[in-house]
């Protein structure tokens, strides 16, 4: 019988949910037999190394949650070097890698068609770092991130729907980035050797949306490219201009087929993928491209 691995945080929020749309379900599906991974209390990279080795040939690897816990999901996928089918069922307060594949039950997930997803891979100084669905950025919106882990803010996002829940998103932004905004975010860097000075955000695009608040493209389902940004949102009015360009029409990017960020000297910037964190210090080399194999995943029918 194929197997069924469940991938879920049990501290999160809607659990209970869960429990009952997805845990009571899965066990109830003949032909397959089930297992569960509690999502730890440590870090993407720790769980997904974890679920890593616990995965098979032919699983169907299934994360019940937000993006953080479908990132832990795609990477343990990958690192397994397992053939594995991925599906993400949306209970988060974003779930962009969920909008891609479109499954929102177990019923999708099992009449749904297998499809490929190209995602991005993230090296630090040479060394595998991250790999990602939908979107990678540095500074000024990887260190807005941090924002939406208040727990006051969390569960205010988990209230709101649709528009309204943009417009909290874009209003809790606004306060942070008046008391954040004459910072440096991103030191000058090289790009692909050319020299990049006065920049705030270094985007790359591969998903739909990035954080449910901007529109992104179909570059998950080509094997070579991905939309890249560098934008100065220092000011106020350039930082209302791109956002509202990125809501209404999509994130202003240009293709790329691998990036390449080299810093000098001390430096400090944030890092993030999916909503998933990480401040560096002193990094000298970033790089970015295309995963070399695509990951398995069910979308709809």
């Given at each position: 019988m194929k197997r069924i691995i469940l991938v879920y945080n049990p501290r999160s929020s809607k659990q209970a949910l869960i429990k009952q749309e997805v845990?009571?379900?899965?066990?109830?599906?003949?032909?397959?037999?089930v297992g569960k991974y509690e999502v730890r209390p440590t870090n993407v990279d720790d769980n997904?190394?974890?679920l890593a080795k616990l995965l098979e040939d032919d699983d169907i690897l299934i994360t019940a949650g937000g993006d953080g816990t479908a990132t832990i999901g795609l990477n343990g996928a990958i690192l397994s070097k397992k053939?594995?089918?991925?599906?993400?069922?949306?209970?988060?307060n974003f779930n962009d890698l969920a909008g891609i594949l479109k499954v929102k039950t177990i019923e999708d997930i099992v009449g749904g068609k297998t499809g490929k997803l190209w995602p991005l891979e993230v090296k630090i100084d040479g060394k595998h770092w991250r790999y990602a669905a939908c979107y990678v950025t540095m500074g000024l919106f990887a260190e807005s991130t941090k924002i939406f882990d208040v727990?006051?803010?969390?569960?205010?996002?988990?209230?709101?729907k649709g528009l309204k829940r943009l417009v909290y998103s874009v209003w809790v932004l606004k306060d942070w980035y008046f008391k954040n905004r004459?910072?440096?975010?991103?030191?000058?860097?090289?790009?692909?050797?050319?020299?990049?000075?006065?920049?705030t955000d270094y985007l790359t695009v591969n998903g739909k949306t990035m954080a449910k608040m901007m529109r992104g493209g179909q570059y998950y389902s080509d094997a070579?490219?991905?939309?890249?940004?560098?934008?100065n949102l220092a000011g106020f009015w350039s930082l209302v201009w791109f956002m509202m360009r990125s809501i209404l029409a999509k994130v202003p990017v240009e293709s790329s087929n691998g990036d390449v960020l080299e810093f000098v000297g001390e430096n400090e910037l944030e890092i993030q993928a999916e909503g998933e964190y990480q401040r560096l210090k002193n990094v000298k080399k970033i790089e970015i491209r295309k995963c070399e194999n695509p990951v398995r995943v069910i979308l709809k029918a």
């Open positions: 845990l009571d379900k899965v066990w109830e599906l003949k032909g397959y037999t997904a190394s974890v053939s594995v089918q991925l599906a993400a069922l949306p209970y988060g727990p006051k803010i969390r569960h205010k996002l988990r209230e709101e004459k910072r440096e975010f991103l030191p000058t860097f090289t790009l692909n050797g050319k020299k990049v000075e006065g920049m070579k490219k991905f939309g890249v940004r560098c934008e």
